[in-house]
């Protein structure tokens, strides 16, 4: 006789018993699962712990899901003491997990707010839809309309099994990081695949997804270097996926940040939050770097992550020195009272120290003389330009495109004539505009006059006078005693 979660089960000849009482209900036609009636929800939000789970591996995973009252299980009659009637649940952890009950589950798990709004949009979800006996068209439509899983009209096949490929989506979605794969390079998305021995086996369309869960580590594959997405998971599976990437989220507030000195987002707010909090005890956020590497351990807390907690990295190291601008990722893991961690789904985030050096070729030349203004960005502006005294502006043209992180160059190909630049020292502006801020670069152009340049109006020569000896006119006492002498 069960006893506690603890596994204390003896299913023994009191199993003997129920197993004929069983029979006899299949031969009279009844369920061999109990329905709960709906109504009794409180019942099952209280399920007792499962006795098939004893021992199972899944064990520590589902029982914190359960603590939580996220699971349910199936309900099944147990002769009590004195021959009293009960009811026990099993999980059946080996059975398939469908799609409506993972969509249950995580709009538990992510504290989604049940939608019981009639018609229902989707065919195969209707109001009076149930899982384990229990009504869930509320839940499940609340999860479905938060991540926008299906357009109305469209099938949902929520009694469909659930294949890692469709879970993959989900959690992506739940976490808000659905457009990321889309953001991978090819060559990325097959470096991050090549480990695996079926990656031929992946769809086109599937493989970014599949990739970006690799590397935010929602999916780590089977001992035999195998995905296997488009298996069948079994309940078992399912929750244990949803326990590792979902029981602390880590959420930057932006995406992007600059810790450049200009005061525009100079450092990351990082909220931790835990979807589930009875059973937590330690959390840390942890930065790493592109390649896995840890740059930057938050401190670790106790009490719960889904407290008002909240950490902030200033793009140095543990060392306290600025590391350089890249792509990074925010991670994190939370420890429960038991002992066992899990990780956080880890978000990319780009640190980027926004930057402008600007040049021109030859600085020196007439005003017909090809120059070639350049300038090298970091930063994704949306525009640089070149802009005279007289604020003539010119547009200079971006050569490829790059992440925010890496440098990009610009030019321009034009002529101090077409500047309205004429002879002479001309100092010029270039400028990144990058919304808020911008950053400025100042160049130098020596300009010097063509050689069919028409003279100035009333300058017959070198000399202001005409004369061409430097004297600006103003007579040499010397010069007139001599030119008197000569006529003598």
Known sequence: ????????????????????????????????????????????????????????????????????????????????????????????????MTRGQVLLMMSRVFNLDPINEVPSPWPDLPPTFSLYGLPAYAEIRAAVESWEIAEPGASLSPMNSLTRVYTVELILA?????????????????????????????????????????????????????????????????????????????????????????????????????????????????IEDADGHAVRGLPTASGTPGDPHAVTWDGCDDAGDPVDSGRYFVGGWVEDRRGNRSDAVRVPVALVRRSLDAKVEPERGSRSTPRTIGATVRGSPSGVRVQTDDETVRALEREAPAPAWEETTWSLETTPETLGLDAGTHTLTVVADFGPVDRRASITLEVEADDDDPPD????????????????????????????????
Request: charged residues 25%.
């Open 174 to 286: 739940a976490l808000g990081l659905d457009a990321y794969p889309a953001t991978l390079p090819d060559a990325k998305v097959d470096a991050l695949l090549a480990p695996f021995d079926d990656r031929a086996e992946i769809a086109p369309a599937d493989r970014p997804a599949i990739a970006a869960a690799v590397e935010l580590g929602l999916l780590i594959g089977y001992e035999d270097d195998t995905l296997r997405i488009y298996e069948s998971l079994t309940r078992a599976e399912g929750a244990t996926i949803l326990y590792r990437c979902c029981l602390m989220v880590v959420d930057p507030a932006h995406g992007r940040f600059h810790p450049d000195g200009d005061g525009h987002r100079e450092s990351l707010p990082i909220g931790a939050q835990g979807l589930r909090n009875a059973s937590n005890a330690r959390w840390q956020v942890q």
């Open 1 to 96: 006789m069960y006893t506690g979660y603890g596994c204390t089960c003896n299913r023994g000849a009191a199993g003997a018993i129920v197993g004929c009482i069983l029979l006899l209900m299949i031969a009279a036609g009844s369920p061999v699962f109990a329905s709960v009636e709906p109504g009794d929800e409180t019942d099952a939000a209280s399920d007792t712990w499962y006795h098939d789970l004893c021992p199972h591996w899944s064990r520590p995973y589902v029982l914190t899901l359960w603590e939580e009252g996220v699971t349910n299980g199936y309900v099944f009659p147990i002769m009590g003491p004195g021959w009293d009637w009960t009811y026990g649940y099993d999980f059946q952890p080996d059975d398939p």
């Open 457 to 488: 109006p009333g300058d017959p020569g070198d000399g202001e006078d005409g004369d061409d000896d430097g004297d600006d006119g103003e007579e040499d006492p010397g010069e007139a005693a001599l030119y008197t002498s000569l006529v003598r």
